[in-house]
Nanobody
């Protein structure tokens, strides 16, 4: 599994962005994929995750109702649609994947084995 995150940029508060996580390695259709973010001076935090089937999704309370995670296994891609962006969403966003996650570990970054390089999202007020 080799992940590449893209789609970040500089936007104004209230705008939208769509991040993409593309796998260029072996198929990850059986993997859970998560998005995490890290703001300057802060620890990396969970944003959203999606199970391999696409039927089960998980969100941090801070983004619930504004962000939507979806996957297209045929294209080995997971998207994170981010709407109503706020300045506090500013961070480097990373996608990660793992095959053996249980529910209790999905929100934990240390549980994921494969990581993309990160994409910067900056939201101005």
């Amino acid at each position: 599994v080799q992940l590449q995150a893209s789609g970040g940029g500089l936007v104004q508060a209230g705008d939208s962005l769509r991040l993409s996580c593309i796998n260029t390695g072996r198929t990850f259709s059986q993997y859970t994929v998560g998005w995490f973010r890290q703001a300057p001076g802060k620890e990396r935090e969970f944003v959203a995750a999606i199970r391999w089937s696409g039927r089960h999704t998980f969100y941090a309370d801070s983004v619930k109702g504004r962000f939507t995670i979806a996957r297209d296994n045929a294209k080995s891609t997971v998207h994170l649609q981010m709407n109503s962006l706020k300045p506090e969403d500013t961070a480097v966003y990373y996608c990660a994947a793992d095959a053996g996650l249980i529910i209790s570990t999905i929100r934990s970054d240390v549980a994921y084995d494969y990581w993309g390089q990160g994409t910067q999202v900056t939201v101005s007020s």
